[in-house]
C-alpha cells in the first residue's frame, strides 16, 4: 500500500523537534571541536577576514568558480555599502571541464578573464566555492573536491598559484590575486558592507555551506600571530557535518557519488542532490509496484535525471488536477497518470525538500547559539542559492524551523537573499586587502 509507504517515509524524513534538538547540539560539538583543532566532521578554517567596515573603495575583479557557473565581474565600491557592477560575464560550465587536468581548468578559467581585461592593473578576489585551507588572505590548498568536480592535480595545491600560473600561460601580468575567498564568506562580507548586523553567510545551491564570525580568541586552533581585530569569519564547510541520520536512499546516493563517505549533509540538503534523492525514493515506489508500472522504473532510472528544479514546479503545482506535475512525469514518458499518484510523487517531494529545509534550520541555529546563547542581539543572515532562491517553500520551513527552536526570539534572526555575493564579496575582500597593505 502507497500509505504505509508513505508512513515509513515520512518517519524517515520528518524531523520533530527533539530530532532538531539533537543536530543542534552534536553540530556545536562539533564546532568546537573544528575550532579546537580535535577531529571533527566540520574544518572550521580560519578566513583571514572579517566584515568591511563599509568605506572600501576602488574598482576590483572578482573571479567566481562555483558549481555550476564561473563568473567575471568587474566592480566598482565607492564606499558606504555602494556598490556597482561594471562588467559581469557568466559562463556555465561544461561537465568535461570537472575531470581535466589542473592546467585544463584554471587554463579555461584564464581565458575567461583574459576577455573582460583591460591593460591597466588591477586586483583581483578569487572566490572559489570548495573546500579550502586558507594560509593567507590569498593562498589556500584545496582539500578535496565537492559537488562532483574532480580535476586531477588541484587537491593538495594551492589554488592561487594554480590560477597564477594559468594568467601567466595567457600572457596577464596585469592582474594580481589578492584574495581567496570562500562563497559563503563573498555572501556574508557582501551582506556586510551595508549591513552592520550580518554575521552568518550561506549558501544554498548545487552545494552547501556556511560560515560566521567567531571570536579571534576562541579560535583555539590559531598558530602564529593573531591578525589585529576582535574577531574573523570562519567558513565551518558544514557540508561535511556527518552526525545526521540518515535514510536507506541517503546510502544508496552516497556509495554511487564521486566521494563516497564525504559531505553527507551536502547530499541530503544540496540541490545537486535532492532530485536525486526523490528519483530514488520513486524508483522504489515503482519496484514495489506502489505507483507507475515496473517497466517505468526504467525510466526514472538515469542517475540524477531528476533534477532539483522539477521538485520546485511540482511543489508549486496549485492545479486542481495536478496538471503541472503530470507534464513533468510526461518527460520521463508517463503518459498516464492518475490523481493519486501525481499527489504521491508531490508528497516525495515535499518530504526531501522539509527534511533539507529543518536540517539547514537547525544548523543554523546552532550557529546562531554559539554566536549569541541567549538571542540578545540581531543578526543578519546572508543567504544565497538556488534551492533557497527557488524552491517555493524551502526558506518559510527553514524559518519555520527557526520558530520552533528560538520561539518568538525567532524574530531576531533575519534572513536575507543576498544575490551575487559571492562575485561582490570577492571584490570586497580584495578591497579590504588592498587597505590593510597600506596601512
Ligand atoms: C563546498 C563549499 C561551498 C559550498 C557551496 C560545497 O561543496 O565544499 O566550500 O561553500 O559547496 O558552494
Given at each position: 500500500?502507497?500509505?504505509?509507504?508513505?508512513?515509513?517515509?515520512?518517519?524517515?524524513?520528518?524531523?520533530?523537534?527533539?530530532?532538531?534538538?539533537?543536530?543542534?547540539?552534536?553540530f556545536?560539538?562539533?564546532?568546537?571541536?573544528?575550532?579546537?583543532?580535535?577531529?571533527?566532521?566540520?574544518?572550521m578554517?580560519?578566513?583571514?577576514?572579517?566584515?568591511?567596515?563599509?568605506?572600501?573603495?576602488?574598482?576590483?575583479?572578482?573571479?567566481d568558480?562555483?558549481?555550476?557557473?564561473?563568473r567575471?565581474?568587474?566592480?566598482?565600491?565607492?564606499?558606504?555599502?555602494?556598490?556597482?557592477?561594471?562588467?559581469?560575464?557568466?559562463?556555465?560550465?561544461?561537465?568535461?571541464?570537472?575531470?581535466?587536468?589542473?592546467d585544463?581548468?584554471?587554463?579555461?578559467?584564464?581565458?575567461?578573464?583574459?576577455?573582460?581585461?583591460?591593460?591597466?592593473?588591477?586586483?583581483?578576489?578569487?572566490?572559489?566555492?570548495?573546500?579550502?585551507?586558507?594560509?593567507?588572505?590569498?593562498?589556500?590548498?584545496?582539500?578535496?573536491?565537492?559537488?562532483?568536480?574532480?580535476?586531477?592535480?588541484?587537491?593538495?595545491?594551492?589554488?592561487?598559484?594554480?590560477?597564477e600560473?594559468?594568467?601567466?600561460?595567457?600572457?596577464?601580468?596585469?592582474?594580481?590575486?589578492?584574495?581567496?575567498?570562500?562563497?559563503?564568506v563573498?555572501?556574508?562580507?557582501?551582506?556586510?558592507?551595508?549591513?552592520?548586523?550580518?554575521?552568518?553567510?550561506?549558501?544554498?545551491?548545487?552545494?552547501?555551506?556556511?560560515?560566521y564570525?567567531?571570536?579571534?580568541?576562541?579560535?583555539?586552533?590559531w598558530?602564529?600571530?593573531?591578525?589585529?581585530?576582535?574577531?574573523?569569519?570562519?567558513?565551518?564547510?558544514?557540508?561535511?557535518?556527518?552526525?545526521?541520520?540518515?535514510?536507506?536512499?541517503?546510502?544508496?546516493?552516497?556509495?554511487?557519488?564521486?566521494n563516497?563517505?564525504?559531505?553527507?549533509?551536502?547530499?541530503?540538503?544540496?540541490?545537486?542532490?535532492?532530485?536525486?534523492?526523490?528519483?530514488?525514493?520513486?524508483?522504489?515506489?515503482?519496484?514495489?509496484?506502489?505507483?507507475?508500472?515496473?517497466?517505468?522504473?526504467?525510466?526514472?532510472?538515469?542517475?540524477?535525471?531528476?533534477?532539483?528544479?522539477?521538485?520546485?514546479?511540482?511543489?508549486?503545482?496549485?492545479?486542481?488536477?495536478?496538471?503541472?506535475?503530470?507534464?513533468?512525469?510526461?518527460?520521463?514518458?508517463?503518459?498516464?497518470?492518475?490523481?493519486?499518484?501525481?499527489?504521491?510523487?508531490?508528497?516525495?517531494?515535499?518530504?526531501?525538500?522539509?527534511?533539507?529545509?529543518?536540517?539547514?534550520?537547525?544548523?543554523?541555529?546552532?550557529?546562531?547559539?554559539?554566536?549569541?546563547?541567549?538571542?540578545?542581539?540581531?543578526h543578519?543572515?546572508?543567504?544565497?542559492?538556488?534551492?533557497?532562491?527557488?524552491?517555493?517553500?524551502?526558506?518559510?520551513?527553514?524559518?519555520?524551523a527557526?520558530?520552533?527552536?528560538?520561539?518568538?526570539k525567532?524574530?531576531?534572526?533575519?534572513?536575507?537573499?543576498?544575490?551575487?555575493?559571492?562575485?561582490?564579496?570577492?571584490?570586497?575582500?580584495?578591497?579590504?586587502?588592498?587597505?590593510?597593505?597600506?596601512?
Amino acid at each position: 500500500m502507497p500509505s504505509q509507504f508513505l508512513k515509513n517515509l515520512k518517519e524517515q524524513f520528518e524531523l520533530k523537534p527533539a530530532d532538531c534538538r539533537e543536530i543542534i547540539s552534536a553540530f556545536s560539538r562539533e564546532m568546537a571541536n573544528g575550532l579546537a583543532g580535535r577531529k571533527s566532521s566540520l574544518k572550521m578554517i580560519p578566513a583571514y577576514v572579517d566584515v568591511p567596515k563599509g568605506d572600501e573603495r576602488g574598482r576590483f575583479i572578482a573571479v567566481d568558480l562555483g558549481g555550476t557557473n564561473l563568473r567575471v565581474l568587474e566592480i566598482e565600491l565607492s564606499g558606504r555599502g555602494r556598490i556597482k557592477k561594471l562588467k559581469e560575464k557568466k559562463f556555465v560550465i561544461d561537465k568535461k571541464y570537472t575531470r581535466v587536468s589542473a592546467d585544463e581548468l584554471f587554463g579555461f578559467i584564464a581565458k575567461k578573464i583574459k576577455d573582460l581585461l583591460r591593460w591597466q592593473p588591477i586586483e583581483a578576489g578569487f572566490t572559489f566555492s570548495f573546500p579550502v585551507r586558507q594560509t593567507a588572505i590569498a593562498s589556500g590548498v584545496l582539500a578535496h573536491w565537492t559537488k562532483d568536480f574532480c580535476a586531477k592535480g588541484v587537491v593538495g595545491k594551492d589554488v592561487v598559484k594554480l590560477l597564477e600560473r594559468a594568467l601567466y600561460r595567457q600572457g596577464i601580468y596585469n592582474l594580481k590575486i589578492t584574495a581567496l575567498v570562500n562563497d559563503t564568506v563573498g555572501t556574508l562580507v557582501c551582506r556586510g558592507y551595508s549591513d552592520v548586523h550580518s554575521d552568518v553567510g550561506i549558501i544554498l545551491g548545487t552545494g552547501t555551506n556556511a560560515c560566521y564570525r567567531e571570536a579571534l580568541a576562541k579560535i583555539i586552533k590559531w598558530r602564529g600571530t593573531k591578525p589585529s581585530g576582535a574577531k574573523m569569519i570562519v567558513n565551518i564547510e558544514w557540508g561535511n557535518f556527518n552526525k545526521l541520520t540518515v535514510s536507506c536512499y541517503d546510502r544508496q546516493l552516497d556509495r554511487a557519488s564521486e566521494n563516497s563517505g564525504e559531505q553527507i549533509l551536502e547530499k541530503m540538503v544540496g540541490g545537486m542532490y535532492l532530485g536525486e534523492i526523490v528519483r530514488l525514493i520513486l524508483v522504489d515506489l515503482c519496484k514495489k509496484d506502489l505507483i507507475f508500472d515496473q517497466r517505468d522504473t526504467a525510466l526514472f532510472g538515469r542517475s540524477k535525471s531528476f533534477k532539483s528544479e522539477y521538485m520546485s514546479e511540482i511543489e508549486a503545482d496549485c492545479t486542481a488536477d495536478l496538471s503541472r506535475t503530470k507534464k513533468i512525469l510526461k518527460y520521463f514518458g508517463i503518459k498516464k497518470c492518475s490523481f493519486s499518484q501525481a499527489a504521491l510523487v508531490k508528497k516525495v517531494c515535499e518530504l526531501v525538500a522539509a527534511r533539507a529545509a529543518n536540517i539547514s534550520g537547525s544548523c543554523l541555529a546552532a550557529v546562531i547559539k554559539r554566536i549569541d546563547p541567549a538571542l540578545k542581539k540581531k543578526h543578519t543572515v546572508a543567504i544565497d542559492g538556488s534551492v533557497y532562491e527557488k524552491h517555493p517553500v524551502f526558506s518559510r520551513q527553514m524559518r519555520k524551523a527557526l520558530k520552533t527552536i528560538f520561539g518568538q526570539k525567532a524574530k531576531k534572526v533575519q534572513m536575507v537573499l543576498t544575490k551575487d555575493g559571492s562575485g561582490v564579496g570577492a571584490a570586497i575582500i580584495a578591497a579590504v586587502a588592498a587597505k590593510a597593505k597600506k596601512k
